[in-house]
């Protein structure tokens, strides 16, 4: 299976700063690589897939980037409805993968 | 408007079983692409198994074995039979669609049902 990380695990901001969060897959996943958003006692929300593409009505304040094995996640000014768990998901292999979540929260 | 309703989930005792039920309306579940996605209070998402058009099914190797994914096409419902039940599947389940292939992302979400294992 393929395995993903990410780094921080956690991050303290403030609203307006930018953020940004990384992810690391086991293997080349090409760009098949999806980010979404958690809030406490929610589903997750699609925020990027393909690597870099905004799925419809997500703020354009969220960005993704990255190909192979190293992607990221930047909110380039935090705002109050943005503290929450981030996730990043490999599609590549039928076998979907999650990264383990960075969770932002209030500085 | 694409919408998921999940029920079935409850208290069982550890090596029992529960039949989890996913509801889909604004799309056919018989040409989509359905995943099942749990977390574990609070833990992390882990993607449990998935069903696609052809049909096929796949499962994570924590439930193969133990977890059968199927479908309903008359009913449009997609389910989670789950036996020998352990604690550790102990979580809120979601069902989910990929909307646009196989290799597409999780573009919709129930939610959840949850599931505890215990005595």
């Known amino acids: 299976d393929i395995q993903m990380t990410q780094s921080p695990s956690s991050l303290s901001a403030s609203v307006g700063d930018r953020v940004t969060i990384t992810c690391r897959a086991s293997?080349?996943?090409?760009?098949?690589l999806n980010w979404y958003q958690q809030k406490p006692g929610k589903a997750p929300k699609l925020l990027i897939y393909?690597?870099?593409s905004l799925q419809s009505e997500v703020p354009s304040r969220f960005s993704g980037s990255g190909s192979g094995t190293d992607f990221t996640l930047t909110i380039s000014s935090l705002q109050p409805e943005d503290f929450a768990t981030y996730y990043c998901?490999?599609?590549?292999?039928?076998?979907?993968?999650f990264g383990p979540g960075t969770k932002v929260d209030i500085e | 408007e694409v919408q998921l309703v999940e029920s079935g989930g409850g208290l069982v005792q550890p090596g029992g079983s529960l039949r989890l039920s996913c509801a889909a309306s604004?799309?056919?579940?018989?040409?989509?692409?359905m995943s099942w996605v749990r977390q574990a209070p609070g833990k992390g998402l882990e993607w449990v198994s998935g069903?696609?058009?052809?049909?096929?099914?796949y499962y994570a190797d924590s439930v193969k074995g133990r977890f059968t994914i199927s479908r309903d096409n008359s009913k449009n419902t997609v389910f989670l039979q789950m036996n020998s039940l352990r604690a550790e599947d102990t979580a809120v389940y979601y069902c989910?669609?990929?909307?646009?292939?196989?290799?597409?992302?999780?573009?919709?979400w129930g939610q959840g049902t949850l599931v505890t294992v215990s005595s």
């Open positions: 989910a669609r990929i909307p646009s292939g196989p290799q597409g992302p999780l573009g919709y």
């Open positions: 604004g799309f056919t579940v018989s040409s989509s692409y």
């Open positions: 069903i696609y058009s052809v049909p096929a099914t």
């Open positions: 293997q080349s996943i090409s760009s098949y």
């Open positions: 393909a690597a870099s």
């Open positions: 998901q490999q599609s590549y292999s039928i076998l979907l993968t």
